[in-house]
């Protein structure tokens, strides 16, 4: 497979052009943000820790019979992923307060969610992604009923298996954002899945091992991504 163009440059992932139109290559850097992009650093090692974290969890996604995008690594910092329309819809489920969630509706931060709750936001940084819902998505054409319905099915039946399996590593999925797209007319799992995405808190002590170990300058941030991930089976070599 020929590397091409950078089609796309984000926070923290390039995306390049390759000479299959349906595939494309990602590609994982040491950056990292916060507070859109108002914060920004590059760590050691990063690329490498999400790229594997990911295939990881992509694999396990796949397994349990759910669509993604992903169909292999490259190297250490970089993936072969299907060229998919992006839907520019997030969605969000939310197990444990925390977050926007806490600052928003003044909830205590841990506070179990049952049943978990599920939102949608626009994914635009300009606008700071809003949170909108299905009426908005379907009259503006960001997504069709049919596909935003297939989007929530599948976002609940990642939050099974991905529960259950940092359950097995003694850690909680707080909550995660995913994003979709449609490939051959079908709706896939799209982006990735590692701690920038989510929040992963140690099932004990409740340790913040994610994201938020940046934004909130406690330090250590890969050193704990790399922890989440050897306790649920991640190489890192």
Not at 179 to 205: M, N
Not at 223 to 231: D, K, L, T
Request: with cysteine.
């Amino acid at each position: 497979m020929e590397k091409r163009q950078e089609l796309y440059a984000g926070k923290a992932k390039s995306v390049f052009a390759t000479d299959d139109p349906d595939r494309l290559i990602l590609h994982f850097r040491d950056d990292t943000s916060a507070f859109d992009g108002r914060r920004m650093e590059s760590l050691e090692r990063k690329g490498k820790v999400n790229n594997r974290f990911n295939a990881f969890i992509m694999g396990k996604l796949q397994e349990a019979g759910i669509p993604t995008h992903f169909e292999g690594l490259l190297s250490d910092t970089e993936c072969v992923v299907k060229n998919l329309e992006m839907i520019p819809v997030e969605c969000v489920v939310r197990n444990l307060a925390a977050g926007s969630l806490v600052k928003t509706l003044g909830v205590e931060e841990g506070r179990e969610l049952n049943p978990p709750t599920f939102q949608l936001f626009l994914k635009n940084d300009e606008f700071h992604d809003p949170m909108i819902n299905e009426s908005l998505a379907e009259t503006f054409g960001w997504a069709t009923p049919e596909q935003l319905a297939e989007m929530k099915a599948l976002t609940f039946r990642v939050n099974e298996v991905l529960k259950a399996l940092f359950a097995d590593g003694g850690l909680l999925l707080v909550d995660y954002k995913l994003e979709f797209g449609v490939f051959q007319g079908k709706i896939v799992l799209g982006d990735e899945f590692s701690p920038d995405g989510c929040r992963l808190w140690d099932a004990k002590t409740r340790e913040k091992l994610d994201k938020d170990r940046f934004r909130q300058g406690l330090g250590n941030v890969i050193e704990s991504y790399e922890e989440v991930g050897r306790r649920i089976g991640v190489e890192f070599d």
